[in-house]
Nanobody
Framework: QVQLVESGGGSVQAGGSLRLSCAAS????????VGWFRQAPGKEREFVAAISWIGGRTFYADSVKGRFASSRDNAKNTVYLQMNSLKLEDTAVYYC?????????????????WGQGTQVTVSS
Protein backbone atom coordinates (compact mmCIF):
# COMPACT_ATOMS: atom_id res chain seq x y z
CA GLN A 1 0.00 0.00 0.00
CA VAL A 2 1.10 3.50 -0.77
CA GLN A 3 -0.27 6.46 1.11
CA LEU A 4 -0.08 9.81 -0.68
CA VAL A 5 -0.42 13.26 0.83
CA GLU A 6 -0.55 16.39 -1.27
CA SER A 7 0.43 19.81 0.00
CA GLY A 8 1.25 23.23 -1.37
CA GLY A 9 -2.12 24.30 -2.62
CA GLY A 10 -3.53 27.71 -1.90
CA SER A 11 -4.76 30.93 -3.41
CA VAL A 12 -2.73 32.86 -5.92
CA GLN A 13 -3.31 35.62 -8.42
CA ALA A 14 -3.30 34.90 -12.11
CA GLY A 15 0.24 34.75 -13.40
CA GLY A 16 1.57 33.50 -10.11
CA SER A 17 3.16 30.21 -9.16
CA LEU A 18 2.63 27.35 -6.76
CA ARG A 19 4.48 24.14 -6.13
CA LEU A 20 2.52 21.10 -5.12
CA SER A 21 4.14 18.22 -3.30
CA CYS A 22 3.03 14.61 -3.18
CA ALA A 23 4.69 12.79 -0.33
CA ALA A 24 4.46 9.03 -0.11
CA SER A 25 4.61 6.65 2.80
CA UNK A 26 4.20 2.94 3.15
CA UNK A 27 6.31 2.04 0.15
CA UNK A 28 8.97 3.68 -1.89
CA UNK A 29 7.60 5.87 -4.65
CA UNK A 30 10.55 5.15 -6.90
CA UNK A 31 8.79 2.09 -8.34
CA UNK A 32 5.64 3.95 -9.29
CA UNK A 33 4.65 6.37 -11.95
CA VAL A 34 2.92 9.37 -10.43
CA GLY A 35 0.19 11.33 -12.10
CA TRP A 36 -1.42 14.64 -11.31
CA PHE A 37 -5.10 15.17 -11.93
CA ARG A 38 -7.46 18.00 -11.17
CA GLN A 39 -11.16 18.41 -10.78
CA ALA A 40 -13.04 21.68 -10.89
CA PRO A 41 -16.61 22.00 -9.59
CA GLY A 42 -19.07 20.48 -12.01
CA LYS A 43 -16.35 19.07 -14.22
CA GLU A 44 -14.82 15.67 -14.65
CA ARG A 45 -11.43 14.78 -13.26
CA GLU A 46 -8.80 15.54 -15.87
CA PHE A 47 -5.21 14.58 -16.45
CA VAL A 48 -2.64 17.29 -15.80
CA ALA A 49 0.80 15.68 -15.75
CA ALA A 50 2.65 12.50 -14.98
CA ILE A 51 6.18 11.32 -14.37
CA SER A 52 7.41 7.81 -15.02
CA TRP A 53 9.35 5.73 -12.53
CA ILE A 54 11.81 4.69 -15.24
CA GLY A 55 13.94 7.63 -16.31
CA GLY A 56 11.67 10.30 -14.88
CA ARG A 57 10.02 10.93 -18.22
CA THR A 58 7.28 13.54 -18.01
CA PHE A 59 3.95 13.94 -19.75
CA TYR A 60 1.65 16.93 -19.78
CA ALA A 61 -1.83 17.90 -20.85
CA ASP A 62 -1.81 20.43 -23.65
CA SER A 63 -3.50 22.95 -21.39
CA VAL A 64 -0.52 23.07 -19.02
CA LYS A 65 2.37 22.29 -21.33
CA GLY A 66 5.10 24.90 -20.97
CA ARG A 67 3.68 26.17 -17.68
CA PHE A 68 3.74 23.14 -15.38
CA ALA A 69 6.64 20.84 -14.63
CA SER A 70 6.70 17.61 -12.66
CA SER A 71 9.77 16.25 -10.94
CA ARG A 72 10.60 13.63 -8.38
CA ASP A 73 13.00 13.29 -5.49
CA ASN A 74 13.21 9.59 -4.77
CA ALA A 75 15.39 10.19 -1.73
CA LYS A 76 12.53 12.18 -0.19
CA ASN A 77 9.88 9.85 -1.60
CA THR A 78 8.19 12.93 -3.01
CA VAL A 79 6.95 14.11 -6.38
CA TYR A 80 6.44 17.77 -7.20
CA LEU A 81 4.31 19.77 -9.59
CA GLN A 82 5.66 23.24 -10.25
CA MET A 83 2.88 25.42 -11.63
CA ASN A 84 3.83 28.71 -13.25
CA SER A 85 1.84 31.36 -15.12
CA LEU A 86 -1.31 30.18 -13.43
CA LYS A 87 -4.61 30.98 -15.08
CA LEU A 88 -8.13 31.30 -13.73
CA GLU A 89 -9.02 28.01 -15.41
CA ASP A 90 -6.37 26.20 -13.38
CA THR A 91 -8.59 26.53 -10.32
CA ALA A 92 -9.42 23.03 -9.10
CA VAL A 93 -8.68 20.40 -6.52
CA TYR A 94 -5.42 18.76 -7.49
CA TYR A 95 -4.74 15.11 -6.78
CA CYS A 96 -1.64 13.01 -7.09
CA UNK A 97 -1.93 9.32 -7.82
CA UNK A 98 0.44 6.40 -8.20
CA UNK A 99 0.48 3.39 -10.47
CA UNK A 100 2.87 0.53 -11.00
CA UNK A 101 2.18 0.58 -14.74
CA UNK A 102 5.27 0.72 -16.93
CA UNK A 103 3.45 2.67 -19.60
CA UNK A 104 2.36 5.85 -17.88
CA UNK A 105 -1.41 6.23 -18.14
CA UNK A 106 -3.22 9.50 -18.59
CA UNK A 107 -6.62 8.26 -17.46
CA UNK A 108 -7.41 8.32 -13.78
CA UNK A 109 -8.94 4.84 -13.74
CA UNK A 110 -5.49 3.33 -14.30
CA UNK A 111 -4.10 4.68 -11.04
CA UNK A 112 -4.17 2.61 -7.89
CA UNK A 113 -3.39 5.00 -5.06
CA TRP A 114 -4.68 8.52 -4.50
CA GLY A 115 -4.02 11.42 -2.23
CA GLN A 116 -6.78 13.44 -0.60
CA GLY A 117 -6.36 16.43 -2.89
CA THR A 118 -5.29 20.02 -2.37
CA GLN A 119 -7.22 23.10 -3.45
CA VAL A 120 -5.67 25.53 -5.91
CA THR A 121 -7.54 28.78 -6.44
CA VAL A 122 -6.41 31.32 -9.02
CA SER A 123 -7.99 34.75 -8.90
CA SER A 124 -7.80 37.80 -11.12
Amino acid sequence: QVQLVESGGGSVQAGGSLRLSCAASGRTLSSYAVGWFRQAPGKEREFVAAISWIGGRTFYADSVKGRFASSRDNAKNTVYLQMNSLKLEDTAVYYCAATGAVVVPTIWERYDYWGQGTQVTVSS
